[in-house]
């Protein structure tokens, strides 16, 4: 059973940045796919990033790219989610989470493909 654990949320000023980080055990790392999430109070969650089974490659919700990157270190067992130029939209509650099956890059946009999720980690970005 894998177990996922963000940190690295906080409050920051609009035009600053945070890197989370997502630590896992209990599981295979380097074959999961590993996505991030955002929920904001009142909305759905929302796809972030990923990075895919054995790391072949990695997508970005097309609003967001160029600011955020995504990253992993299977040597850590940890994976990273770089947001620069925060914004207060960008404040929300933000998860990862893991699965191990093949998957198409469409698929890991989906929240429901996911079979494991961390517990979130608050983001706050003021004006």
């Known amino acids: 059973q894998v177990q996922l654990e963000e940190s690295g949320g906080g409050l920051v000023q609009a035009g600053g940045s945070l890197r989370l980080s997502c630590a896992a055990s209990?599981?295979?790392?380097?074959?999961?796919?590993l996505g991030w999430f955002r929920q904001a109070p009142g909305k759905e969650r929302e796809f972030v990033a990923a990075?895919?089974?054995?790391?072949?490659?990695?997508i970005y919700a097309d609003s967001l790219k160029g600011r955020f990157t995504v990253s992993r270190d299977n040597a850590k067992n940890t994976v990273y989610l770089q947001m620069n130029s925060l914004e207060p939209e960008d404040t929300a509650v933000y998860y990862c989470?893991?699965?191990?099956?093949?998957?198409?890059?469409?698929?890991?946009?989906?929240?429901?493909?996911?079979?494991?999720w961390g517990q979130g980690t608050q983001v706050t970005v003021s004006s």
């Open positions: 989470a893991a699965d191990p099956r093949p998957a198409v890059f469409s698929s890991l946009r989906n929240p429901y493909w996911y079979e494991h």
């Open positions: 209990g599981g295979a790392f380097s074959m999961y796919s």
């Open positions: 990075t895919a089974w054995r790391g072949i490659g990695t």
